[in-house]
């Protein structure tokens, strides 16, 4: 088998800097390391504000889902930036 160059963490942990509420209960979150990531699906157990620690495990055929740290919620994510 052949290994990624650079393969991305399998867990990505980061601190939620800003949090912009966009229509249909989604969210957008700036996160500390520099990226963005989109909300696809309104949580109503998930609440994010800024400084929340959250992590963003890497799911199957690219899907990510984020969760806050220490909760079992988890909604769907995709990366813009």
């Not at 991305?8 to 979150?29: D, F, I």
């Amino acid at each position: 088998h052949t290994e990624a160059k650079t393969p991305l963490p399998r867990n990505l942990s980061a601190q939620v800097r800003v949090v912009t509420l966009l229509p249909s209960g989604l969210y957008r979150l700036a996160l500390d390391n520099g990226q963005v990531w989109d909300t696809t699906q309104a949580a109503s157990a998930l609440t994010f504000k800024a400084n929340d620690a959250v992590t963003i495990p890497r799911g199957l055929l690219g899907s990510h889902q984020i969760s806050l740290a220490g909760h079992n919620a988890s909604v769907s994510v995709v990366r813009k930036q």
